[in-house]
């Protein structure tokens, strides 16, 4: 660009609308590229450029002016002008013009699988740098993926007002979370970025209790099982028993037999759809709010920390693992307890000892029902309920134990319209 076209643009510029005199002002320098750069290196240099500009932009308290942000304050005539100054000695004088007290200056250098990408943050009134930030990436994708934390890091500092219009896209949310931020500050004097901090922990904060409570609850399910099992097994060695004494099955010794096992059956599923019902609730994230990742003005050391699992979600895997296991040792239960207690029945029918309850035979007519009821019963049960039941058990371990770091961040939000 010419002096003279340079002095055009320039008196177009002071007479272009300014913002506010309370509002610091940065521009966005152009990338410095070393002479040896490639192609590749300088086909990607804009597109970096751009990125950073907007991230910049989402996170400073100042207002970020690019090429395109002066450009869009200029007519055609100087548009074209400008579209010719790409040094940064020639946008200097342009930020003179707009009165812009920040500079933004980056430089990339690319050496063979590495990328290092370094900014600075420029008060040019004082000739100083005021922050510095930088990466080394292994691509360029990778690189690109850092200048959120390089944004961040340069507007360390910046304050962002709760009325600002842009307010919804810098935090990353929708509305709501907007209106509820301006809530939290209205009439005090808290600080926007440690009330929206802990508005974000608040709401998105996994639920402890209730972790601990799907756990134990599958937790109670497979105890249930366990000791139905440990009773039956028992009952059963006595059935036995009482049936060689009464030359049949005996009534009492036969209900109690098909009887006292359901309770804990029933208990056993009760429990498990209780624990599916919590983690129903659990998958909602009622209360939730949506936070992009990419989005300002927080603690991000304290997000960190919050999305760490606590006692509840650290607990309760293991809580529902045990439910699983114990479901699984049931029928082992039950024939354990049958086979020690049956040679102890065997010993008593030997030396004619007699059984802790004497009863009579059933009739002939019933006792092949009620012995395919006795003998077929927990065989279906061992076969279809309890093997169901511990793989419940054990996919909601699974599961638990897979959610209990949950992200408190989304990877993106459409803000409400």
Same mark, same amino acid.
């Given at each position: ?25 940065a ?9 040896? &750069? ?7 240099a804009?597109?970096i ?8 932009? /989402? ?60 900014v600075?943050?420029?008060?040019? @009134? ?13 691509s ?44 939290r ?12 901090? @802990? ?17 134990? &609850? ?16 028992f ?37 498990? &759809? ?13 209360? @939730? ?23 509840? /979600? ?10 699983g ?5 049931? #029928?082992?239960?039950?024939g ?57 058990s ?18 993106? #939000?459409?803000?409400?319209?």
């Amino acid at each position: 660009m010419t002096s003279s076209a340079l002095l055009t643009t320039l008196l177009l510029l002071a007479q272009a609308p300014q913002p506010a005199a309370d509002t610091a002002r940065a521009v966005v320098l152009p990338l410095q590229l070393p002479a040896t &750069a490639s192609s590749e290196v300088k086909a990607a240099a804009p597109g970096i450029e751009r990125a950073l500009t907007d991230r910049l932009a /989402r996170h400073a308290g100042f207002k970020v002016l690019s090429r395109a942000d002066l450009q869009a304050a200029l007519g055609k005539e100087a548009q074209a002008q400008l579209s010719g100054c790409d040094a940064e000695s020639c946008l200097a004088e342009v930020a003179d013009a707009l009165g812009a007290e920040l500079a933004v200056s980056s430089r990339l250098v690319v050496e063979p699988g590495l990328w290092s990408f370094s900014v600075s943050l420029l008060d040019r @009134r004082a000739a100083r740098a005021l922050r510095r930030a930088g990466v080394k990436a292994r691509s360029l994708d990778a690189l690109m993926a850092s200048l959120d934390q390089i944004a961040r890091q340069l507007a360390q500092g910046s304050r962002i007002s709760a009325e600002d219009p842009e307010l919804v896209k810098r935090l990353g949310t929708t509305e709501a979370g907007t209106r509820l931020l301006r809530e939290r500050l209205a009439g005090g004097d808290a600080d926007l970025a440690t009330e929206w901090t @802990r508005i974000i922990v608040e709401h998105n904060q996994e639920g402890e209790v209730l972790a601990f409570l799907e756990g134990a &609850a599958v937790l109670a399910s497979g105890a249930q099982l366990l000791v139905g099992g440990f009773l039956h097994g028992f009952l059963m060695a006595q059935w036995l028993f009482a049936s060689a004494e009464a030359g049949g099955p005996p009534p009492v010794a036969s209900a109690l037999v098909v009887l006292v096992p359901i309770p804990f059956l029933v208990g056993s599923l009760g429990a498990l &759809a209780f624990a599916g019902v919590l983690a129903l609730v659990d998958m909602q994230d009622l209360g @939730r709010l949506p936070v992009a990742r990419h989005g300002c003005c927080r603690d991000e050391e304290v997000v960190r920390d919050a999305a760490e699992p606590g006692w509840g /979600r650290k607990v309760a895997p293991f809580l529902a693992g045990l439910g699983g296991g114990f479901a699984a040792s049931s #029928v082992g239960a039950s024939g354990l307890m049958f086979f020690s207690i049956f040679p102890v029945t065997l010993l008593m029918l030997t030396f004619g000892l007699s059984a802790p309850f004497r009863e009579t035979a059933v009739r002939d007519d019933v006792t092949g029902t009620l012995q395919d009821i006795i003998v077929r019963g927990p065989f279906i049960i061992g076969c279809c309920f309890i093997p169901v039941v511990t793989l419940v058990s054990l996919a909601s371990a699974l599961g638990l134990a897979l959610t209990s770091g949950r992200d408190l961040l989304d990877d993106e #939000v459409e803000p409400a319209k």
